[in-house]
Nanobody, 115 residues
Framework: QVQLVESGGGLVQAGGSLKLSCTAS????????MAWYRQAPGKQREWVATITSYTSTNYADSVKGRFTISRDNAKNTVYLQMNSLKPEDTAVYYC?????????WGQGTQVTVSS
């Protein structure tokens, strides 16, 4: 079945960096766009970035210039490089696949940025 597994979260000081990974299985990874979302405590889940099958990328204004989404089709993995982290980036980060009319989510990985 379709499965997404995130890793790479952790605790980092403001200004630091983290790289998240999401490894996919159960579908033809290379033909699908992939996205990252995040959900902070008490807030709704919000979109962070998308990468298409052609590696075109889009970012939320709040992360533009600081985060980079990329993919390795040979490894069925999508990445989120996060630089210049801010306390407001603290959230659970989720990998997302939209396949047909269905959204598939990973279990999430916690990112905590201390001030």
């Amino acid at each position: 079945q379709v499965q997404l597994v995130e890793s790479g979260g952790g605790l980092v000081q403001a200004g630091g960096s983290l790289k998240l990974s999401c490894t996919a299985s159960g579908f033809i990874f290379r033909i699908f766009a992939m996205a990252w979302y995040r959900q902070a405590p008490g807030k709704q889940r919000e979109w962070v970035a998308t990468i298409t099958s052609y590696t075109s990328t889009n970012y939320a204004d709040s992360v533009k210039g600081r985060f980079t989404i990329s993919r390795d089709n040979a490894k069925n993995t999508v990445y989120l490089q996060m630089n210049s982290l801010k306390p407001e980036d603290t959230a659970v980060y989720y990998c997302n696949l939209a396949i047909g009319s269905r959204d598939v989510w990973g279990q999430g990985t916690q990112v905590t940025v201390s001030s």
